[in-house]
């Protein structure tokens, strides 16, 4: 099969690089509400469980409802992952951030416990099933829209954008929630401060509706299908055909929001109901460490773009095998110092994947059923693993009596991550993604896929299928 030169997709960098922020928007978005959970989620516990006497159950069943939520995701993936390789991937992205604008408010306006009893759980649930819902296509989604709409050569770092989004979002909900600790009283943020930040999820949704709609398809999908060319694969049959590059997304995916899920999630309440930090303080360090997190993510990601996602994965895993549960050690040091340094050595480590992983992802898959197979693979394992971290945790530390469980926990699951990726992950840096020809953003690039195409996994992929 001869390469045609002219089916090399060529994007402009600059309109890359505003599709990389109006899909970070929505990501911010998304995990916005999920940092305002992560750091109420003891007044949430107070206002829609107070039928539970025991402060450590409430909090078990705050976060429970936040793992069943995740449930929904693999349903939201199937949904929208069918919908995003027949349709294209901007129509789910319009989609899935009203739905999670909506949720959010949905939250800020329920009332609680003591108001309609059993109800109130109930209707919380419902705005979380939606929430879950709507993720289930996006984030995804959006790991598939921006590196089909990156160069080759830059779509490591321009993903990492997307975990820049992630960050900010959290980083946003984390100073809200800072500020109303600080400007109102106890009683007051337990009555109403605390559904101030939720109600502003409507006005942000709406920015990111806005800038969404403003996006082009993705020139991978535009160039090379159409909605009568996509093969209906059935999910039986890419999981035959794909086993091996699904289980490695699989493990990817674990690994990654396990970390995620620990630091940025059930850290706050860890801080507060087992160190014993106030929740203002513990608010503003976490905050300080996101905030590191946001250059290093996107030197990592650049850095996996040099010398290969693969080598900067491996550091990542590595680090967390070795230095989990001393950073937990340092944590339950109890002085400021130490679980700063604690917390500092989870966050850097977890930039490696931040910088990597929304990158790397779409490249496991060919472009006909990239969005649905790498949207239910992660959906699924992100629901098993990543939903349910705070839980299992709070849970390990309750059943063991040992406040290093979740140290120890990071560390077998690291373990695991750093064989797979070692064994069963070859570097996709630079390379073009299965299926397409290369992506380039300039003459030079061009010049290069026309003269060297063997360095293309088209070409490699064209070989392999001879």
Not at 31 to 59: H, M, P, Q, T
Not at 168 to 174: D, E, N, Q
Not at 210 to 236: A, C, T
Not at 445 to 462: G, R
């Amino acid at each position: 099969m001869k390469f045609n030169k002219k089916k090399i997709n060529v994007v402009d960098i600059q309109t890359a690089k505003k599709s990389v922020f109006a899909t970070g928007i929505g990501n911010a978005m998304e995990w916005f509400d999920f940092g305002l959970y992560s750091y109420l989620a003891v007044i949430i516990s107070e206002n829609f469980f107070s039928a539970v006497k025991n402060d450590e159950l409430k909090l078990v069943f705050t976060f429970a409802t936040f793992a069943i939520a995740f449930l929904m995701r693999p349903i939201g993936g199937i949904i929208f992952g069918k919908i995003g390789d027949k349709l294209g991937r901007k129509v789910v992205l319009t989609t899935t951030i009203i739905l999670m604008a909506f949720s959010t408010l949905l939250i800020g306006l329920l009332p609680t416990y003591d108001q309609i009893g059993i109800w109130a759980p109930i209707l919380l649930l419902i705005a979380r099933i939606i929430q879950g819902f709507s993720t289930g296509g996006e984030y995804a989604g959006a790991m598939v829209y921006i590196a089909e709409s990156s160069p080759d050569n830059k779509r490591i770092m321009l993903g990492s954008g997307l975990e820049i989004g992630t960050l900010t979002g959290y980083i946003l909900a984390s100073l809200l929630a800072s500020a109303l600790f600080i400007v109102l009283s106890d009683q007051q943020m337990a009555s109403w401060g605390w559904r101030i930040p939720f109600l502003l999820g409507l006005p942000l949704g709406l920015v990111g509706l806005y800038l969404r709609k403003s996006l082009e398809e993705s020139p991978i999908f535009e160039n090379e299908l159409s909605g009568d060319e996509v093969q209906e694969e059935g999910f039986l049959s890419i999981l035959k055909n794909h086993k091996k590059d699904i289980f490695v997304c699989f493990v990817a995916v674990a690994f990654f929001n396990i970390t995620s899920y620990m630091l940025l999630s059930y850290m706050p309440s860890y801080l507060d109901t087992i160190i014993g930090l106030s929740s203002t303080v513990g608010t503003v360090l976490i905050t300080i460490i996101m905030v590191i997190m946001v250059p290093l993510t996107l030197m990592f990601g650049k850095l996996s773009d040099n010398i290969g996602n693969k080598t900067v994965l491996l550091i990542g895993l590595g680090g967390l095998t070795l230095l989990s549960a001393l950073a937990f050690y340092l944590i339950n040091l109890n002085a400021l110092v130490f679980i700063s340094l604690g917390i500092l050595i989870l966050g850097v480590l977890l930039s490696t994947y931040e910088g990597t992983i929304p990158g790397s992802l779409p490249t496991m898959f060919y472009t006909d059923i990239r969005y649905r197979t790498l949207s239910v693979t992660f959906n699924v394992s992100v629901s098993i693993f990543g939903g349910t971290t705070p839980l299992l945790c709070t849970w390990l530390v309750h059943r063991t009596g040992n406040n290093l469980a979740p140290g120890f926990y990071l560390t077998a699951v690291s373990i695991i991550g750093f064989l797979v990726i070692l064994f069963l992950f070859n570097s996709t840096s630079g390379k073009s993604l299965k299926g397409s020809y290369p992506t380039v953003a300039s003459k030079s690039d061009f010049q290069e896929a026309v003269e060297n195409p063997k360095d293309s996994l088209w070409w490699q992929n064209e070989q392999r299928d001879k």
